[in-house]
């Protein structure tokens, strides 16, 4: 299996310095994670804000720099590849942001972002070939040409942007999407058609996906596998059903139980705040980092970081409470998931 994109171990501190240790960040903490080349995947990673989940998407674009570990594209590390290795991921691994308009150039029409990418790696035989690829990536996201080229970015609706970006990725034959946010900003009816869009583009030309969001519901509608980071560490990861369906840590109970369902018998489970926590308060930061907001709460959650304990052969939560079980690389069971899926059972 060659590894397309690898994260090894990889820690990001943001502040601190020589004359200031206090004031230091732990915005990501020892995180693994594989997208292989063959089989296409689709990986959630979910969190609230301030979970780590963006320096993570910078991170894997080579945007930020590891403090700890490494990320490698194809094998090489990320920080130091040759011309042509920065080339070829730039035009492997895609970027998909949570407001498109940002990318576009307001002055100029959409036609300039699917046509430079042609032009820059060298897509086309000619320039009425250029034109043909672009039309069939318009389709394929299910846009017309006629109704989208010759427009300025104004003239789109926020779906319609977002759906000309997935086109893009498309278009250079990209391996590997990186979608941040992508449907957070679009009206709720575009929603599924995006994200139907995107699992089209992993199923029919084999683009594995990193699906990040703050929305375990569309997290659960797209991926397969899924991992929930809370303040820069991983509480959960695995198979999304078992996750979703019946969580193991308590964050992901959490997170289950403010998915609003239309249900009116629903009685609603109302977060516990630290300070009905009583004595959870004044955690040390070696002990688990939900221990103040955790019900369940005991003495050994203050000692160290919980490791990932695996509970099944394809979860596995950081939670004392499953400490009968073995600890597990995350890794390990995002390859396992990973491989149940691409066997297809
Ligand atoms: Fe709660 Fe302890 Fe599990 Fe952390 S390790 S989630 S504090 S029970």
């Not at 594209?73 to 070829?88: F, M, T, V």
């Not at 389709?139 to 010759?150: F, K, Q």
């Not at 990932?308 to 995002?334: G, I, K, N, Q, S």
Request: proline share 6%; charged share 25%.
């Amino acid at each position: 299996m060659t590894a397309l994109l690898q994260a090894r171990h990889v820690t990001k501190v943001f502040g601190g310095g020589v004359f200031d240790k206090k004031n230091v960040t732990l915005a990501l903490d020892d995180f693994s994670l594989t997208i292989p080349d063959e089989p296409p995947s689709i990986t959630a990673i979910v969190g609230e804000s301030g979970s780590g989940k963006t320096t993570l998407a910078r991170l894997l674009l080579g945007l930020a720099e590891p403090t700890k570990g490494d990320v490698l594209y194809r094998g090489s590390n990320l920080q130091r590849l040759s011309r042509d290795e920065r080339r070829a991921f730039l035009r492997e691994v895609q970027l998909i942001f949570q407001d498109p308009y940002e990318v576009y150039n307001p002055f100029y029409k959409v036609d300039h972002v699917l046509e430079t990418p042609v032009a820059k790696f060298g897509l086309a035989r000619s320039r009425a070939h250029g034109k043909e690829l672009i039309g069939e990536a318009l389709n394929a996201v299910g846009l017309r040409a006629e109704e989208t080229l010759g427009r300025y970015p104004h003239q789109l609706s926020g779906g319609q942007r977002q759906r000309v970006m997935i086109a893009r990725a498309l278009l250079v034959r990209a391996r590997l999407i990186v979608a941040d946010e992508p449907v957070s900003m679009v009206d709720a009816s575009l929603r599924a058609t995006i994200l139907d869009t995107l699992r089209e583009l992993n199923r029919r030309f084999g683009i594995s996906i990193i699906y990040i969001t703050h929305d375990l519901t569309t997290a659960y509608q797209i991926s397969e596998n899924i991992i929930v980071l809370y303040r820069g560490s991983v509480a959960e990861v695995g198979d999304v059903e078992l996750a979703v369906k019946d969580p193991r840590h308590p964050y992901t109970r959490l997170l289950v139980s403010s998915i609003p369902l239309p249900d009116p018998e629903r009685i609603w489970q109302k977060e516990r705040q630290p300070a009905e926590a009583g004595s959870v308060s004044g955690v040390s930061l070696g002990g688990c980092k939900f221990a103040d907001r955790c019900p369940y709460v005991m003495d050994i959650c203050r000692t160290a970081p919980p490791p990932l304990f695996r509970t099944d052969e394809r979860r596995a939560a950081a939670c004392y409470l499953h400490r009968e079980f073995p600890p597990v690389e995350m890794d390990r069971v995002v390859q396992s998931v990973a491989a149940v899926s691409a066997s297809g059972q």
